[in-house]
């Protein structure tokens, strides 16, 4: 591939606190959970339970849980969008920085590294790190990456890439890399998704009258899938199922990561966790297809705590699959997007 500095790549992720300290840990919160697309409630009272309720409890508990899982390089999903970083701009051949929508480097941190390194730049190709549509997560980083770019004028073209969850090169990375994991003996797939809202789903849903209204609304067609999360996992799920000759049976999706006394998605996966060895279902592989990088809510609530609340329920073996991270054929996807998008400038 010959070597260009026209064009960027910006791969932007949800960011990780700068250290392990609580004050660090603190901060990144109060910035995550004020994001009024994250806690959707009036500034004030968004403002009293962040900054009074959940963060001063919550931050010394997450600081814990943030060390047992911290690298000698940093946050690992800090590190790992790094590798996804060096290994895009080695095939793809262009300049390729990374952005956080909370914490650093910022958007207009990266713009600013690109524009500086390459004078000439004429177009920035900016991928979510987030396969499916969440108000909390895809929406929250593109809006505002692309808020920054308007704010500051910048003169390149930013095209941000939409949503991936059915692309076939998306589904195939994921599937290809949980096939290794299916040699061995296993019960059960639990595909784990980070969770969300109920009133997220219901006030995401553009035509009012479809999600969680309708029927087995995920199977019936709408135009309401575009930005419906439940869809999109569930085809997620369904796409790699079928790629991979997963009876229906051998698999089935939960949401994790709850926060907050609201209802969220069901099943949640700490439940099932709960059940699956009482179903006899003691094997299992747990797979996590909303994260592409590995991080907290992989590295530790799923494959710590998750894991002994699976065995001290009855279950014998539980694996998780690694996330896709720099996995060849996610690069690959990654590269062919970011190529195909540039080719005509
Ligand atoms: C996969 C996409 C994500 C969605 C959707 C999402 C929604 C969402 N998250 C919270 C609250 C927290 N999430 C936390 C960590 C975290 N969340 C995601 C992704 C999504 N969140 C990732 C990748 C991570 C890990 C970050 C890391 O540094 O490794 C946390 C912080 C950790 C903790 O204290 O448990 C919170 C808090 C809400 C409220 C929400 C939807 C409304
Ligand atoms: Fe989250
Ligand atoms: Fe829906």
């Known amino acids: 591939m010959e070597a260009r500095s026209d064009v960027g790549v910006v791969l932007m992720n949800l960011g990780s606190p700068d250290s392990t300290s609580v004050p660090d840990v603190q901060r990144y919160l109060n910035e995550f959970l004020m994001d009024k697309r994250v806690i959707d409630y009036p500034y004030l009272f968004r403002w009293l339970l962040v900054t009074r309720i959940i963060v001063p409890r919550r931050a010394p508990k997450s600081a814990e849980a943030y060390r047992s899982i911290w690298w000698e390089e940093g946050s690992p999903l800090i590190v790992l969008t790094k590798q ?7 095939d793809l051949q262009m300049p390729v920085e990374i952005a956080m ?88 797939v639990l595909f784990s998704y980070h969770g969300v809202p109920v009133r997220h789903i219901r006030k995401g849903d553009i035509t009012g009258k479809h999600c969680l209204q309708v029927n087995d609304c995920c199977h019936v067609q709408s135009p309401a899938h575009e930005f419906c999360y439940r869809h999109q996992v569930k085809n997620t799920s369904e796409l790699v199922a079928a790629k991979l000759g997963l009876p229906a049976d051998k698999w089935s999706v939960s949401f994790q990561s709850r926060l907050g006394r609201e209802e969220w998605l069901q099943p949640y996966t700490a439940a099932r966790l709960e059940e699956l060895p009482k179903e006899g ?62 080719k005509s400038c």
């Open 281 to 342: 279902k003691k094997k299992l592989l747990v797979v996590c297809p909303a994260f592409v990088s590995d991080c907290l809510e992989t590295l530790e609530e799923i494959a710590v705590e998750g894991k002994h609340s699976f065995i001290s329920n009855g279950g014998d073996s539980f694996t998780m699959i690694p996330c896709l991270n720099v996995h060849p054929l996610w690069v690959q996807a990654v590269v062919k997007w970011c190529g195909d998008i540039t």
């Open 84 to 90: 996804l970083q060096k290994a895009v701009q080695h």
């Open 101 to 188: 929508r909370y914490g650093t480097p910022s958007p207009a941190a990266a713009y600013d590294k690109l524009l500086k390194e390459n004078p000439q730049l004429k177009e920035v190709v900016l991928l979510p790190l987030y396969p499916h549509y969440a108000m909390s997560s895809y929406e929250t980083a593109a809006e505002y990456a692309k808020e920054v770019y308007k704010k500051k004028k910048y003169p390149f073209k930013l095209t941000v890439i939409p949503p991936y969850f059915d692309e076939p090169d998306y589904i195939n990375a994921v599937a290809e890399s949980m096939r290794p994991y299916l040699q061995q003996d296993y019960d059960h």
